[in-house]
Nanobody, 123 residues
């Protein structure tokens, strides 16, 4: 059974930094695209950043130049380095990944989500 677990959230002052981690565990054959989303109170969940297996990255305009997504495939872990944090970055941050696994004699790819980690930026 595949599981994603985020960590690294917390309370930080504006201008500060946090490094979020997303650890995947279970019978994993490969991890394709990994992504970070966030959801602020009363708002829809939005894509923050994504990274493909080849290392191609994509960022929301609101975080470009401040956030950096990366991955360590040897550890089945993804990261989101958040710098120059602003109060408007306050949200629950979720990790998502398209994970390939072997079952029933064939490979399957399904999307998985973590439980979320709270990031709160004070002004």
């Amino acid at each position: 059974q595949v599981q994603l677990v985020e960590s690294g959230g917390g309370l930080v002052q504006a201008g500060g930094s946090l490094r979020l981690s997303c650890a995947a565990s279970g019978s994993i054959s490969a991890i394709n695209t990994m992504a970070w989303y966030r959801q602020a109170p009363g708002k829809q969940r939005e894509l923050v950043a994504s990274i493909t297996r080849a290392g191609t990255t994509n960022y929301a305009d609101s975080v470009k130049g401040r956030f950096t997504i990366s991955r360590d495939d040897a550890e089945n872990t993804g990261y989101l380095q958040t710098n120059s944090l602003k109060p408007e970055d306050t949200a629950v941050y979720y990790c998502a990944a398209a994970i390939m696994y072997y079952t029933g004699g064939k490979f399957r790819t399904d999307d998985y989500w973590g439980q979320g980690t709270q990031v709160t930026v004070s002004s």
